[in-house]
Each structure stands twice: as structure tokens, then as C-alpha cells.
Nanobody
């Protein structure tokens, strides 16, 4: 079992920035992707960005140019730097680990981000 703990959410004004962090512990898979998803009120959970263990990253079109995902393999941690935040970025953000081999997925408890003036 993988345990994920997110931090860094909060209330920010439009145009502001936040840094989300997620640390993984427990039975860490040998090869895995780490990523961020978000779920806004009344909407389905959507992928925000993914960091693969080879260094490749991908992100959703809606956040490209504003959000940057990074990963620290030594710490089993993943980060999401969010700049130029917009009200539509308001959501609960979830950290995700996906095992390449078993395809098992693990989720954090979520951290709330509110963008409002």
C-alpha cells in the first residue's frame, strides 16, 4: 500500500501562485508515474499533469504555460507549481501514483485550492 500526503492548498487571488506538494511512503512500486488530478464541485475528476520516472512530463491543455509538475525521485515526491491562477482552477487537487506493472493506483486525501477575489 502506498500512502500519499498532499499539502500546499489554500485561498489565493486570481493571478496568484501556489505550490502543491505530495510525498509518497509505504510500499513504493519499482516503476511508477506520479501526477495531479483535480475535481471541481459538480464536475468529474480530471487529470492535471503527470510526471513519469524517466523525466517526461505531460499536462492538460487548460493548464499548459501556467502549471509545472516536477518530481523528486529520491524523496518519492511530486510538486505542482501553479502560476497565474484563475477562478476556474478552483478544485480539490489529488495526488496520484500509478504502478506501471500492476496498474494499481493510489490517491491522496486531496488539498483544496480556491481562487477568488
Amino acid at each position: 500500500q502506498v500512502h500519499l500526503v498532499e499539502s500546499g492548498g489554500g485561498l489565493v487571488q486570481p493571478g496568484g501562485s501556489l505550490l502543491l506538494s505530495c510525498a509518497a511512503s509505504g510500499h513504493i512500486p519499482m516503476k511508477f508515474a506520479m501526477g495531479w488530478y483535480r475535481q471541481a464541485p459538480g464536475k468529474e475528476r480530471e487529470r492535471v499533469a503527470t510526471a513519469f520516472d524517466g523525466g517526461v512530463t505531460t499536462s492538460a491543455d487548460s493548464v499548459q504555460g501556467r502549471f509545472t509538475i516536477s518530481r523528486d525521485n529520491a524523496k518519492n515526491a511530486v510538486y505542482l507549481q501553479m502560476n497565474n491562477l484563475k477562478p476556474e482552477d478552483t478544485a480539490v487537487y489529488f495526488c496520484n501514483v500509478r504502478d506501471y506493472v500492476t496498474r494499481d493506483e493510489y490517491w491522496g486525501q486531496g488539498t483544496e485550492v480556491t481562487v477568488s477575489s
